[in-house]
Every structure is written in C-alpha cells, then in structure tokens.
Nanobody, 114 residues
Framework: VQLQASGGGSVQAGKSLRLSCKVS????????MGWYRQAPGNQRDLVAT???????HYADSVKGRFNVSRDSVKRAIYLQMDSLRPEDTSVYYC?????????WGQGTQVTVSS
C-alpha cells in the first residue's frame, strides 16, 4: 500500500489548509484512516481518525477546528484545518490501518506563523 500526502504549506495564524492523502488501494479495506503529526524532538501524535463506518475521533487540541473525511471513489483521505495556530506547526502524516497492517505516507510540512 502506498500513501501520498499533499497540501501542506506556510500560512498565517487563523488561516486554513486542506491536506490530502491518496491511497493506492481501495480504502474500504482499512479499519481506520487518519492523520498524525510530529514536531522536531517530539513523538508522533494522533490528530484525527475516521473509521470504516465513518466514526471520527479528534485530539482535544484540534476539536472544532479540524475535520477528517474520506472519499472511497477517489481513494483519498482529507484533513480540513481551519483557524490554524502556530502550535499546529508540524509534519503531518496520513495513516491507514487494519489487522496486521499499518501504513504511513511520507509526511507534509505545515507551518503556521503568528
């Protein structure tokens, strides 16, 4: 399985970005899909996940600002990020999981300036 993330960039605080992750396989085979982020010197943390059935889960720090979605036809996972803050600056990774399998994209840099 290959994942290709895109959509990162540099924006000012309060602005929006939309990350995309194209998956090389039918995403309906995965139990969970989502986004994680990792800042330099920090561990990789969960940002948002969406299950096969559409249930979503968000880190407390992004609730109400970020929205995760998926498009089975396009084989893609998205992360809409609104009201961005400097503390959202990080490398964002997409991930897909099912029993015995966890695959990661290459990461896309998001930089938010104050």
């Amino acid at each position: 399985v290959q994942l290709q993330a895109s959509g990162g960039g540099s924006v000012q605080a309060g602005k929006s970005l939309r990350l995309s992750c194209k998956v090389s396989r039918n995403i309906s085979i995965f139990t969970y899909m989502g986004w994680y982020r990792q800042a330099p010197g920090n561990q990789r943390d969960l940002v948002a996940t969406i299950s096969r059935s559409g249930d979503t889960h968000y880190a407390d720090s992004v609730k109400g600002r970020f929205n995760v979605s998926r498009d089975s036809v396009k084989r893609a996972i998205y992360l809409q990020m609104d009201s961005l803050r400097p503390e959202d600056t990080s490398v964002y990774y997409c991930n897909v999981r099912r029993a015995g399998l966890s695959e990661w994209g290459q990461g896309t840099q998001v930089t938010v300036s104050s």
